[in-house]
Antibody, heavy 117, light 110 residues
Framework: EVQLVESGGGLVQPGGSLRLSCAAS????????MHWVRQAPGKGLVWVSR????????GYADSVKGRFTISRDNAKNTLYLQMNSLRAEDTAVYYC??????????WGQGTLVIVSS | QSALTQPASVSGSPGQSITISCTGT?????????VSWYQQHQGKAPKLMIY???KRPSGVSNRFSGSKSGNTASLTISGLQAEDEADYYC??????????FGTGTKVTVL
């Protein structure tokens, strides 16, 4: 059974940093692209970032480019999102998803990030 | 990277068919057959309903179908059921390893 479990969310001050993790199991993690998608409270889904199965290629939404970094450790079956220079508008539930044909066929339960002073 | 445009809400009676549109540009929806649709019930993680414009993942009801014409993709739900009441989002590949979601549509079963 595919499982994606996010962690690392919490309350952080504007300008601060946070690293999210996503522990994957139930599939060959090193063979799949992976995404981060976020959803602000009461708002819609927003794509954040994607990383190739070997980590050699990444893509970012304009709103996070230069501030967020996606990475992965295939030996640990774990996906990461390093978030720097956080802003109030980054407040959201962050979902880790498994890519399948440029869609997300499995989603984690999400981890909440709140950026506030 | 502007969000794809979806109607804010669509409603229908049980048994009816409804269609949700998703309008993008020639840089995203119009250029790639990589449109997907997601269903999200309140407080839950999204669920993949359609991928690559019109393909259904295993386990998704055949009442859900997808299509695309030009810069607009569509999701049709036939034989509307109470359990279909949820938010629906489209998503498209948008080149250079980036994606864009739609604004979301709330489906109400009357």
């Amino acid at each position: 059974e595919v499982q994606l479990v996010e962690s690392g969310g919490g309350l952080v001050q504007p300008g601060g940093s946070l690293r999210l993790s996503c522990a994957a199991s139930g599939f060959t993690f090193s063979s799949y692209w992976m995404h981060w998608v976020r959803q602000a409270p009461g708002k819609g889904l927003v794509w954040v970032s994607r990383i190739k199965y070997d980590g050699s290629s990444t893509g970012y939404a304009d709103s996070v480019k230069g501030r967020f970094t996606i990475s992965r450790d295939n030996a640990k079956n774990t996906l990461y999102l390093q978030m720097n220079s956080l802003r109030a508008e980054d407040t959201a539930v962050y979902y880790c998803t498994k890519d399948s044909g440029s869609s997300s066929d499995y989603w984690g339960q999400g981890t909440l990030v709140i950026v506030s002073s | 990277q502007s969000a794809l445009t979806q109607p804010a809400s669509v409603s229908g009676s049980p048994g009816q068919s409804i269609t949700i549109s998703c309008t993008g540009t020639s840089s995203d929806v119009g250029s790639y057959n990589l449109v997907s649709w997601y269903q999200q019930h309140q407080g839950k993680a999204p669920k993949l309903m359609i991928y690559e414009v019109s393909k259904r993942p295993s386990g998704v009801s055949n009442r859900f179908s997808g299509s695309k014409s030009g810069n607009t993709a569509s999701l049709t739900i036939s034989g509307l059921q109470a359990e279909d009441e949820a938010d629906y989002y489209c998503c498209s590949y948008a080149s250079s390893n980036t994606f864009v979601f739609g604004t979301g549509t709330k489906v109400t079963v009357l």
